[in-house]
């Protein structure tokens, strides 16, 4: 038997001191949580000594929404080597990967295809003649064989193998091309007018602006951080729709003449909380501000949403909602305390008013602001484009014009910089692509999403509906109006079918007790000058209705709209109501 310590008297009287004192102040204190998640005192139950419960942005995990959990576990930018291992085994992501590997533009598409979708990174539209290129030998030897143009002004790759992720990325940036951040819960491609610097109209070229923004996002890591996805455009106030009122955040160049409140020049006012899926168009902020101020003043919006969004309820994380709880003030005013100068609240009614938009600006030959020189707008079928058909447009500007290539935010691009003694020449090489440049065939406005066969959303095969729907609309050449037809496959509104003269909704429909592919449609709607919501007149009609359907709406409309209306006008006066009545009688 091992006998204890002996102590003396004074040590006796030290240790009866010291517990005395310790059982006095209880002890160090401890606040930590147990196993059932609630705050304890006593450390032997506890995990982390943690005076608050852990968070994100304020948000306790636990509280988190399924894709917040993701991210909070692994970013996804972390995500790379988990990339390369799929790529080495030639399989794809399993559960969260799913959603990382969107932080590298790589998107999972299955059931619809057992592929990946790449999507790009490209500022304001623009894009070299080599890039191009080195995008056609991308998709030849790496993808399906194809690219396709997208409302952001941007490209995707379909039909991509597992095995050429990798080496699919890493040509990207050879090319000077990339993808980072452009899926998942991050800033999209940064939009701006594919006429910036040369469109005789503008009142500002916001080119540097769009290439600044895209760098910023590039090179932030608090960029990737956002609650939903985010849209930011600049418009220079030119002929050239931006779609700018569907952006979260819209910067717009107006001017401000003499005798007002601001110094006569040219400023940039703020829409915000566009989100055209849920009806909602971006509204003025009522700030002024510099263009020198239009990055610093994004940087901080973001980071607003960003710290403050819910990051809880995925349908309710987008700018919109935010905004919706707070209202614009207390979002300005959350925006100013992270600035260093301040945020002018000016009438809109202080500045000229913008200048209408032109409808078909991206298609066709158009003047430049300078002298002799012309920019081709170039129409692919449903934004399509085949390697050949790549490369051939990368060599007519090369030829004719200055080597650059601009893409729209209407699925097509522009040829710029084309001298007016060239412009048949060039003409004559774009028929030769089976692609075309000429304004009044209604196949021109057509828009579409990528549909059932690349995006399991989708409930119809969206792309081939519209080229079908094209072909037969085209075979009356009647039509004198430009008409702009788009058509989405699900309700995420990729197409923005709520902004299209006409719009084409995807829906299963039930025929004899078969299902088959349908449409709703709206007409009617609308952007910046002609902003409206487009009106649901037609439910639930079946595509095989839906094409003779629309060729007697369009018949209708030319035959009795009154003056010089357009087709916005024609529909916008009437109720739903009324159009059904009108255009039932027509094509029953």
Not at 113 to 142: C, H, T, V, W
Not at 308 to 336: A, H, P, Q
Not at 420 to 440: N, Q, R
Request: glycine residues 10%; hydrophobic residues 35%.
């Amino acid at each position: 038997m091992v006998s204890g310590p002996t102590f003396t008297s004074d040590q006796k009287e030290y240790l009866s001191g010291f517990f005395a004192g310790a059982n006095q102040r209880g002890f160090l204190p401890y606040a930590g949580r147990n196993g059932d998640g609630q705050i304890t005192a006593d450390a032997a139950s506890g995990g982390s000594n943690l005076a608050e419960p852990e968070t994100v942005h304020g948000t306790p995990i636990e509280d988190l929404s399924k894709e917040e959990r993701i991210k909070y576990e692994l970013h996804g930018l972390d995500c790379y080597d988990r990339i390369q291992k799929c790529a080495a085994e030639n399989v794809m992501p399993e559960k969260d990967d799913i959603f990382r590997f969107k932080y590298y533009g790589l998107f999972n598409v299955a059931p619809a295809q057992e592929f990946f979708m790449l999507r790009g990174r490209l500022p304001g539209g623009y894009m070299k003649s080599y890039q191009m290129d080195g995008l056609a030998d991308i998709a030849e030897n790496l993808a399906g064989g194809f690219a396709d143009l997208t409302t952001r002004g941007n490209f995707q790759l379909r039909q991509i193998e597992p095995k050429n992720c990798v080496k699919l990325l890493e040509s990207l940036i050879e090319v000077g091309l990339g993808s980072r951040g452009s899926g998942a819960d991050n800033l999209r491609n940064i939009t701006g007018p594919s006429t910036a610097g040369i469109d005789p109209d503008e009142i500002f070229d916001v080119s540097e602006l769009t290439k600044a923004m895209h760098h910023c996002i590039l090179n932030t890591r608090k960029m990737y951080d956002l609650p939903r996805k985010f849209n930011i455009t600049f418009d220079g106030g030119g002929a050239m729709s931006t779609c700018s009122d569907t952006n979260d955040i819209a910067f717009y160049a107006v001017k401000v003449p003499e005798g007002k409140s601001m110094p006569a020049g040219v400023y940039f006012r703020v829409q915000l909380a566009g989100i055209t899926g849920h009806k909602q168009f971006a509204s003025d902020s009522g700030i002024l501000i510099k263009a020198e101020e239009c990055i610093a003043v994004a940087v901080a919006m973001v980071e607003v949403f960003s710290e403050n969004g819910d990051r809880t309820k995925r349908n309710k994380s987008r700018l919109k909602y935010l905004i919706d709880k707070w209202g614009t003030e207390k979002f300005l005013e959350e925006t100013e305390k992270k600035l260093s100068f301040s945020l002018p609240r000016v009438a809109l009614e202080e500045c000229e008013e913008r200048r209408p938009i032109s409808r078909q600006m991206h298609i066709g030959v158009h003047r430049q602001k300078q002298e002799g020189m012309n920019y081709v707008g170039v129409v692919f079928p449903v934004g399509r484009m085949l390697p050949y058909q790549m490369r051939g447009v990368a060599e007519l500007a090369r030829q004719f014009g200055n080597g650059e290539l601009r893409l729209t935010v209407w699925q097509n691009l522009l040829i710029p910089f084309i001298k007016d003694e060239d412009v048949e020449a060039v003409k004559a090489g774009i028929d030769k692509l089976s692609v075309t440049c000429d304004p009044h065939n209604i196949k021109t406005g057509l828009i579409a999403c990528t549909g059932s066969k690349g995006c399991k959303y989708a409930s119809c095969d969206t792309k081939g509906n519209a080229l079908e729907l094209g072909e037969y609309l085209s075979e009356d050449d009647s039509v004198c109006e430009p008409i702009n037809i788009h058509v989405t496959g699900c309700h995420h509104s990729c197409a923005q079918h709520y902004i299209g003269d006409i719009g084409m909704q995807a829906t299963k429909v039930k025929v004899d007790g078969e299902s088959v592919e349908g449409y709703n449609i709206v007409l009617g709607g609308g952007v910046d000058s002609e902003q409206n919501i487009a009106k649901e007149v037609f439910k639930g009609v079946p595509f095989t209705e839906v094409k003779p359907l629309l060729k007697g709406v369009i018949k209708t409309f030319e035959e009795r709209r009154e003056g010089g209306e357009s087709f916005i006008e024609f529909n916008q006066r009437r109720t739903e109501e009324e159009l059904r009545e009108l255009y039932g009688q027509v094509t029953a």
